[in-house]
């Protein structure tokens, strides 16, 4: 069995940061891949970050690069999605998710693992 619970998420206004984490529980999630993906009201869930198992590679999706930094953290079972810059576009709720392939993929339905989600909400 495994757990995931995100953190970190709130209200702020646009061009503010926010930090969300992601901490895993029941196994370890080392060699897993980790990926952050968000749902705004109305809209299919859509990917945002991915980074392998490694750490040594990460994808973005096109709207966030520049503005988002995902990172990892062994030691504490995390992961964690730097957000800066934000818009209110960027409104979601925001989910993390484990893959146990290790590889930063895309594909929702790939992933193993989901947390509850966080709510980031971001006004103009």
């Known amino acids: 069995q495994g757990q995931l619970l995100e953190s970190g998420g709130g209200s702020v206004q646009a061009g503010g940061s926010l930090r969300l984490s992601c901490a895993g529980s029941?196994?370890?999630?080392?060699?897993?891949?980790w990926g952050w993906f968000r749902q705004a009201p109305g809209n299919e869930r859509e990917f945002v970050a991915a980074?392998?198992?490694?750490?040594?590679?990460?994808t973005y999706t096109d709207s966030v690069k520049g503005r988002f930094h995902i990172s990892r953290d062994d030691a504490k079972n995390s992961v964690y999605l730097q957000m800066d810059s934000l818009r209110p576009e960027d409104t979601a709720v925001y989910y993390c998710?484990?893959?146990?392939?290790?590889?930063?993929?895309?594909?929702?339905?790939?992933?193993?693992?989901w947390g509850p989600g966080t709510q980031v909400t971001v006004s103009s």
């Open positions: 998710a484990a893959d146990a392939l290790g590889v930063d993929s895309t594909e929702a339905r790939g992933y193993d693992f």
């Open positions: 029941g196994r370890t999630f080392s060699k897993y891949a």
């Open positions: 980074i392998n198992w490694a750490g040594s590679s990460t």
